[in-house]
């Protein structure tokens, strides 16, 4: 099932980055729709305790339940970046390990299983597992304290 497919809409306007500033940071980051993609692109710096971007979609509220994995075709400037997964249970996200894609276009894909619950930045290891019943949206999130430029192509999310 297809959550975000970039080469058909526009749909760029509807995501927000909010970036290491909510903290005192100094990064800055943009979501644009490019050609037939979505890019997240910026600057990543660690003045001020940064160290990160980061962009959150719209809420899907679409129930993932019997669904197993994310599916993000998607390209790098070799910037590797984490999805991360909010549901309504909003006192937690869910965090994937880090994604490293190529330059050119390729599918990455994240299981369930492999996404972390956090509170507040911090991982949490008493926090219940991912519920795909109860997804409402993806956003992306660079490496933490990876300094310098980046920007990271976006075709399509689908679940499988």
Not at 72 to 84: D, V
């Amino acid at each position: 099932m297809n959550l975000f497919d970039f080469t058909e809409e526009d749909f760029a306007y509807q995501w927000n980055p909010e970036d290491d500033a909510v903290m005192g940071g100094k990064s800055d980051s943009r979501f644009r729709d490019g050609d037939e993609e979505a890019v997240f692109e910026g600057d990543v710096t660690t003045k001020n305790f940064g160290g990160f971007c980061y962009v959150h979609g719209p809420d899907t509220e679409t129930d993932l339940k019997g669904f197993e994995k994310f599916e993000i075709e998607t390209r790098s400037s070799g910037t590797a970046f984490r999805l991360l997964v909010y549901t309504s249970d909003r006192d937690k996200s869910y965090r994937s390990p880090l994604i490293r894609p190529a330059e050119e276009y390729e599918k990455k894909t994240v299981s369930f299983g492999d996404l972390y619950p956090y509170v507040w930045g911090w991982k949490n290891p008493f926090a219940t597992g991912f519920k795909p019943e109860n997804f409402e949206a993806i956003g992306f999130q660079t490496e933490y304290k990876s300094s310098g430029e980046f920007e990271i192509g976006i075709k399509k999310v689908d679940v499988k």
